[in-house]
């Protein structure tokens, strides 16, 4: 009965360093992922960013361009993003050329948006329709 | 010890008597005496070793039990202070690296690159730390211009006829008119921030930002000077019907 009562105790025990051991590693990953997560940042990838061109969503392309571009998701990594970062950079750089025309170098934001505008290949028109829905075609 | 037949002289471990021939009582006795002793010896020290083997399992794992136990409860306390420990993380990286920090700010701040100050101050965690309090504002200031460009843009430019359209072109305008009134108030909260002496640059880039949201609402919906100075008076809603009548003309 008393040598029982030993082997009862000792697999308590030994359930219980197992359990203790399981909730330490569980316990440690929650604190990793803690402790990264002002750190943690997402990327968007090149189809998401073709689908938001897709849906004429230029707002959240924008967004995600600039969101990659500073985590050094670039295309030269990835030539997946060269047709969305170019659209992304010719939205941007048709608000400038419409609004800051007067104290931006206009020569250099018109050629950076025909280098843009090439790199969109057979998708060129989507810079056209920029263009035409920002009324910028007058200006140039 | 002597032979019980011929009283000779014996030796313990004798069996028989070397004058007589006859058996040695005493050493059979002693042998099974022996015997009897080994095998109690056997026994005890077996049960010793046991015992010792038990208590040193239970030993050990009671000891690891209070190790782990203890280990948790650190784990947990760290757990429930990850934000604190976080936050103290990222303050000494930022404050290691202020110069390089300040230095590409100050260059952003220069170019008026708005997207570039807040992604920046994003990517670097600037935006929690206590070492680039005073450039809150600025960060705020850059943020506020870059929704409305980017509501302008929503606006403008995208397809507003998808499902994926999920506001109304009121409520956009309604987001450009609110954070029009915060950057202009922002240029307030710089006195706060920064604290005296406020450098020149740092007054430039706010006055900046606001010129520049202001050429946003004039070329977008077509306000003139009038109208973005009247607007700092105006309430939130009244400042959005303002934009909404530009806009629908």
């Known amino acids: 009965m008393k ?44 189809i998401s960013m073709v689908y938001s061109i897709r849906n004429g969503d230029y ?23 060269i047709i969305p970062y170019a659209v992304a950079r010719y939205v941007e750089s048709a608000i400038k050329y419409r609004v800051y025309a007067n104290r931006i170098d206009a020569a250099e934001c018109i050629s950076n948006m025909e280098n843009d505008k090439q790199l969109m290949g057979e998708f060129a028109y989507i810079a056209d329709d920029i263009d035409e829905r920002l009324g910028i075609g007058k200006i140039k | 010890m002597k032979c019980d037949y011929c009283g000779s002289n014996l030796g313990i471990e004798d069996e028989l008597c070397p004058h007589c021939g006859n058996p040695n009582t005493h050493a059979r006795q002693h042998s099974e005496a022996m015997r009897m ?7 005890t020290e077996a049960e010793v070793r046991e015992n010792t083997r038990r208590f040193n399992r239970f030993t050990v794992t009671l000891t690891v039990l209070a190790v782990l136990v203890a280990l948790n409860a650190i784990v ?33 701040m220069d170019a008026r690159d708005y997207r570039g100050i807040e992604y920046y101050a994003n990517m670097n965690n600037l935006t929690y730390s206590e070492a680039m309090r005073k450039y809150d504002s600025v960060f705020n200031v850059a943020r ?22 999920y506001m ?27 604290g005296e002496p406020i450098p020149e ?7 900046n930002t606001i010129d520049d949201a202001g050429l946003l609402l004039k070329e977008f919906f077509g306000v003139t000077d009038d109208d973005l100075i009247a607007m700092r008076d105006m309430t939130t809603s009244r400042r959005a019907l303002l934009l909404e009548e530009a806009y629908s003309r």
């Open chain 1, 3 to 46: 040598k029982d009562k030993k082997t009862i105790a000792s697999r308590i025990m030994t359930i219980a360093v197992f359990i203790l051991t399981a909730s330490l590693i569980i316990e440690l990953i929650v604190l990793g992922v803690g402790l990264r997560q002002g750190r943690y940042r997402y990327t968007v990838d090149a």
């Open chain 1, 59 to 81: 707002e959240n392309l924008v967004r995600d361009y600039y969101n990659n571009v500073y985590q050094n998701v670039t295309e030269e990594k990835n030539k997946d993003y």
């Open chain 2, 37 to 43: 002793f080994n095998s109690r010896f056997r026994a």
């Open chain 2, 76 to 108: 947990l306390l760290l757990i429930a202070n990850s934000w604190i420990i976080e936050d103290s993380m990222i303050n000494k990286r930022v404050a290691r690296n202020m110069k390089t920090h300040v230095a590409a700010l100050d260059e952003m």
């Open chain 2, 144 to 165: 506020c211009y870059n929704q409305i460009q980017n509501n302008i843009i929503e606006l403008f430019i995208n397809d507003r006829d998808t499902k994926y359209s």
């Open chain 2, 168 to 194: 109304s072109d009121e409520e956009l305008i309604e987001y450009i008119a609110r954070n029009y009134e915060y950057v202009y108030d922002l240029e307030e909260e710089l006195d706060r921030t920064w």
């Open chain 2, 201 to 207: 640059y740092a007054k430039v880039f706010v006055r």
